[in-house]
T-cell receptor, first 112, second 114 residues
Framework: AQSVTQLGSHVSVSEGALVLLRCNYS??????LFWYVQYPNQGLQLLLK??????LVKGINGFEAEFKKSETSFHLTKPSAHMSDAAEYFC??????????FGAGTQVVVTP | EAQVTQNPRYLITVTGKKLTVTCSQN?????MSWYRQDPGLGLRQIYY???????DKGDVPEGYKVSRKEKRNFPLILESPSPNQTSLYFC?????????????FGPGTRLLVL
């Protein structure tokens, strides 16, 4: 069965600093991995997804993630944080039937 | 505008009083699902539907019912709500259930059961 672990339930970054959110997965088959973002009082929206085409995946709003099979990781990064990046971020893995398994989420706080 | 809508957005009720949360999508998606979001647990799937009249249990189906009579609508029914169903609920849809499909989420319904 697939599962996802997000390291760190809360991350605080300074505006302009690197954002790094960690995600490790467990999967018995080649995984399909997603990062979703949830802004306050809104639903989740897709940031990016990995579907085996390329290991470095670029998403919206300057985010990107790198799939590392040897480390079973799919960490999300953004070189320079903006105040508007304050949100909760979820890593998710899809099984071969399309069911999404979500991590517990990481709340990002951006300080001036 | 392509979207998933949910109503109501906020709901306070009492134990045992039946309620329905509606979900509608205008993207002609086949696959729809309901999730609940609880702190520290992420999102957990309650029920899903692969098409009209086809529904199945997710990870946490106890205490919930669903129906899919039309492609666009997928209501969530709590026939006898209990306080442990206090949560934030999301409806989502995707074109199909294929593993690479992006799911589109509604804005959420925050439910408090007293």
């Amino acid at each position: 069965a697939q599962s996802v672990t997000q390291l760190g339930s809360h991350v605080s970054v300074s505006e302009g600093a690197l954002v790094l959110l960690r995600c490790n997965y467990s999967s018995s088959v080649p995984p399909y991995l997603f990062w979703y973002v949830q802004y306050p009082n809104q639903g989740l929206q897709l940031l990016l997804k990995y579907t085996s085409a390329a290991t470095l995946v670029k998403g919206i709003n300057g985010f990107e993630a790198e799939f590392k099979k040897s480390e079973t990781s799919f960490h999300l990064t953004k070189p320079s944080a903006h105040m508007s990046d304050a949100a909760e971020y979820f890593c998710a893995v899809s099984d071969s039937w399309g069911k999404l398994q979500f991590g517990a989420g990481t709340q990002v706080v951006v300080t001036p | 505008e392509a979207q998933v809508t949910q109503n109501p957005r906020y709901l306070i009720t009492v134990t045992g009083k039946k309620l329905t949360v509606t979900c509608s999508q205008n993207m002609n998606h086949e696959y729809m699902s309901w999730y609940r979001q609880d702190p520290g647990l992420g999102l957990r799937q309650i029920y899903y539907s692969m098409n009209v009249e086809v529904t199945d249990k997710g990870d946490v189906p106890e205490g919930y019912k669903v129906s899919r009579k039309e492609k666009r609508n997928f209501p969530l029914i709590l026939e006898s709500p209990s306080p442990n169903q206090t949560s934030l609920y999301f409806c989502a849809s995707s074109l199909t259930r294929a593993y690479q499909e992006t799911q589109y989420f509604g804005p959420g319904t925050r439910l408090l059961v007293l």
